[in-house]
């Protein structure tokens, strides 16, 4: 049953601490994307991977690291450096990175709420 | 900057009846435009993908058109359902993906 999985479906942080979000997909896609979705806003790209050990920032970088140690997985963590963090993110991947044909898939996504 | 736009921001029809969804975005070189949907605390679903060179894509009850001369799509669905109703979402993807901020479909039984 392919896929993307995120966990956990729901995350609380305290206030100065630093979580990360797991993101794992079976699909043997080579890339895979962060989005971060707040209420009246579109998506908004944080970083994405179009290989293996490499990744770009997005839109809105600042306050999130990534890695890609094996194409499966992409790994998003929210340091205490990000001022709002509280939102709805969603992990996605495709074929390849921004290209004809390229559909892009997601998964159920972490809702994070800062206490 | 590639802007994406979604109008209306909610619709409400009653079943049956066939509607139109729009997406306008700023920048005609794009890959493709791809259609979702999302319901309330979800991830999103993928509707249809429609490539820069093809003027549209059908999917059963849903058909997706695109003009990039003019920088837009429509999504048309025919003959709405209760099980329809969620949120509707167009990405634009060129150098990366752009979203609308989608239009909140409720179809009323």
């Known amino acids: 049953d392919g896929g993307i999985t995120q966990s956990p479906k729901y995350l609380f942080r305290k206030e100065g601490q630093n979580v990360t979000l797991s993101c794992e997909q079976n699909?043997?896609?080579?890339?895979m994307y962060w989005y971060r979705q707040d209420p009246g806003q579109g998506l908004r790209l944080i970083y994405y991977s179009q290989i293996v050990n490499d990744f770009q920032k997005g839109d809105i970088a600042e306050g999130y690291s990534v890695s890609r140690e094996k194409k499966e997985s992409f790994p998003l963590t929210v340091t205490s450096a990000q001022k709002n963090p509280t939102a709805f993110y969603l992990c996605?991947?495709?074929?390849?990175?921004?290209?004809?044909?390229?559909?892009?898939?997601f998964g159920p996504g972490t809702r994070l709420t800062v206490l | 900057k590639q802007e994406v736009t979604q109008i209306p921001a909610a619709l409400s029809v009653p079943e049956g009846e066939n509607l139109v969804l729009n997406c306008s975005f700023t920048d005609s070189a794009i890959y493709n435009l791809q259609w979702f949907r999302q319901d309330p605390g979800k991830g999103l679903t993928s509707l249809l993908l429609?490539?820069?060179?093809?003027r549209e894509q059908t999917s059963g009850r849903l058909n997706a058109s695109l003009d990039k001369s003019s920088g837009r799509s429509t999504l048309y669905i025919a003959a709405s359902q209760p099980g329809d109703s969620a949120t509707y979402l167009c990405a634009v993807g060129g150098n990366q993906f752009y979203f609308g901020t989608g239009t909140s479909l409720t179809v009323i039984p």
């Open positions: 429609i490539q820069s060179s093809q």
């Open positions: 996605a991947s495709s074929i390849r990175g921004f290209a004809e044909n390229n559909e892009q898939f």
């Open positions: 699909l043997n896609h080579d890339a």
